[in-house]
């Protein structure tokens, strides 16, 4: 995954903090984003985060593992 992917959750992924639903859980499984960027380095060294890919959907952003994602189907 490369950043400017568009990628859509492929498993049941629970978060409490999106902006519409604050407190509640919320599944994101379905949803379409942007992949803004992998993390495997931080001020030169590499890293190894449990959660390395970060996901924009609009303003809200998420970290994911890369097998919760999918490549989205375009529909062009």
Same mark, same amino acid.
């Given at each position: 995954?490369?950043?400017?992917?568009?990628?859509?959750?492929?498993?049941?992924?629970?978060?409490?903090?999106?902006?519409?639903?604050?407190?509640?859980?919320?599944?994101?499984?379905?949803?379409?984003?942007? +992949? +803004?960027?992998?993390?495997?380095?931080?001020?030169?060294?590499?890293?190894?985060?449990?959660?390395?890919?970060?996901?924009?959907?609009?303003?809200?952003?998420?970290?994911?593992?890369?097998?919760?994602?999918?490549?989205?189907?375009?529909?062009?």
């Amino acid at each position: 995954m490369q950043p400017g992917d568009q990628v859509q959750v492929s498993q049941s992924v629970v978060v409490y903090h999106h902006p519409q639903h604050r407190g509640v859980a919320f599944d994101l499984k379905g949803q379409q984003g942007e +992949v +803004v960027t992998v993390l495997n380095e931080w001020k030169g060294r590499v890293i190894s985060p449990t959660l390395p890919v970060v996901v924009a959907f609009g303003k809200f952003r998420a970290h994911f593992r890369s097998d919760e994602l999918a490549p989205a189907l375009s529909l062009a």
